[in-house]
């Protein structure tokens, strides 16, 4: 009768070490999140943004400030949850979201920026500013 008490005490030490690993485990798990969409968001845009740092034609088109080629660009790159506007500035200028309280909406708005200062045939030092949001 003293054997089956000891081995039933081992089965239970043994169930409730599982039971506390795996509720461990499932708390870590789920501390432990995979990128959430801000993460993704911010990603895009500075793909987008290095993309277009080291593209000579678009480095062209932002020392230009031809929006309209960065803007198809961009639409092309970005998913179809998004949306966006940019800004082509003077390096030394402000260059924030314009309107922003009658325009655009209520969701979170992410801003990064690149500095475009020259190419082999011009030195006009530009500042490219791109705003996403959640449509």
């Known amino acids: 009768m003293k054997n089956k008490k000891a081995w039933l005490r081992i089965v239970e030490a043994f169930i409730a070490i599982l039971l506390i690993a795996g509720v461990l485990s499932f708390i870590f798990i789920n501390k432990v999140q995979k990128p959430g969409r ?3 968001i911010k990603q895009t ?6 993309e ?3 593209d000579n034609s678009l480095r062209r088109a932002v020392l230009s400030a031809d929006n309209d080629t960065i803007k198809v660009v961009i639409s092309k790159r970005l998913p179809n949850y998004l949306d966006f506007t940019i800004r ?3 390096l030394d200028g402000v260059c ?6 009658e325009t655009y909406t209520k969701n979170e ?3 990064d920026e690149v500095i475009i200062s020259a190419n082999l045939t011009q030195f006009t030092p530009r500042k490219l500013k791109l705003f996403i949001w959640e449509k």
């Open 38 to 40: 801000e993460e993704a």
């Open 45 to 50: 845009q500075r793909i987008i943004l290095d």
């Open 52 to 54: 277009i740092e080291n």
């Open 88 to 90: 082509n500035c003077e």
């Open 96 to 101: 924030g979201l314009p309107n922003l309280a």
């Open 109 to 111: 708005i992410f801003a």
